[in-house]
Every structure is written in structure tokens, then in C-alpha cells.
């Protein structure tokens, strides 16, 4: 079940890893990798293709407030957004390392969707379950997932890379 269909979880923000398909990694590979990070993350509802490579999995972390559900994508969809996220990374790219990053962008052909929820208590209003959300968890997934495909990733809302 995506935690869009859950009324208990907000859509926060989503983020891009970007990748080679030829790197797709085996589901079970991301699923070790991410429980390994600690911070009581708990992964869900493991999809694979028929080669066992990932497909889509959902994450938990209770202690963050905040849930992810990932997916992957291939094809076409992903050649055509290549282009524009190069227009919209280009500007703010700064450092050495932003340049090879963004190089590396040009070559993707493969992306893992992360979408950000927040958990809502039903006896807090929204102002006040914000505070509680940390992104701690999020970033570390970020980091451990392009790590895994070897990819990049990628900041939409700013146009930024991680």
C-alpha cells in the first residue's frame, strides 16, 4: 500500500536518484542496506522484477516521524527528463565535484522516486507535528541509495544535487 493511500501520512517532498539502469540493484541488496543504517528504519513492502532487481519498497521511521515510499523508474519516461533536469541543476552548480555529478547526470537512464511523508497525529495539529519531523532519516536513505546505484541525486523543488 503506498502511504499516499494513507490517511496518517502527509506527502512532503519528493526526491531523485538517478541512475545507469545497468547498476538497478537487487531488491534484497537495497533492503539490507537500509536496515544496516540503524535509527529503528524499517523497510516494507519489497517489490522486485522478475531478475530480482528493485522495483519499489516503502520505509518507516517512527523516531523521525516520517515514512518514504521509493519506486523505480526506467525508459523513456526518464530519457525525456534527463534534459529538463539538466536546465534546472545547471544554474546552481558551483563546486567540482557539482560538475561531475551533473556529467554523470547526463548518462542516467534510470531513477528511484523518493517520496517524503510526514506522519500526522491525529491529536496534533500540523504546525506542531512539523517540529517533531526530522529529515535526519531521509538524508541518510538519500546517501546509502545513490551510494548502492551509484547515481545521483537530485533535489527538484531547488534544483540541487546531493
Known amino acids: 500500500m503506498s502511504l499516499f493511500e494513507n490517511p496518517e501520512y502527509q506527502w512532503r517532498e ?6 545507469d539502469e545497468s547498476r538497478r540493484p537487487p531488491a534484497d541488496e537495497i533492503k539490507s542496506a ?9 523497510v516494507t513492502d519489497l517489490r522486485a522484477d522478475q531478475d530480482g532487481r528493485i522495483e519499489s519498497l516503502t520505509i518507516y521511521s517512527p523516531d523521525d516521524f516520517a515514512a518514504m515510499d521509493v519506486s523505480c523508474t526506467t525508459g523513456d519516461e526518464v530519457l525525456e527528463q534527463v ?12 563546486t567540482d565535484e557539482e560538475k561531475s555529478k551533473f556529467r554523470q547526470l547526463t548518462e542516467c537512464t534510470a531513477r528511484l522516486d523518493v517520496y ?3 506522519h500526522q497525529s ?5 504546525e ?11 538524508l541518510v536513505v538519500l546517501e546509502r541509495l545513490g551510494e548502492i546505484c551509484k547515481g545521483v541525486v537530485v533535489d527538484p523543488q531547488s534544483g540541487g544535487l546531493m
Do not use: Y
Open 34 to 42: 537500509l536496515e544496516c543504517l540503524g535509527g529503528n528504519l524499517e
Open 83 to 94: 534534459p529538463e533536469l539538466l536546465k534546472e541543476v545547471e544554474p546552481n552548480i558551483e
Open 128 to 138: 506542531f507535528s512539523e517540529e517533531f519531523m526530522d529529515p535526519g532519516s531521509l
Open 14 to 19: 519528493t526526491f531523485f536518484v538517478m541512475f
Open 116 to 118: 517524503h511523508f510526514q
Open 122 to 126: 491525529s491529536d496534533t495539529d500540523e
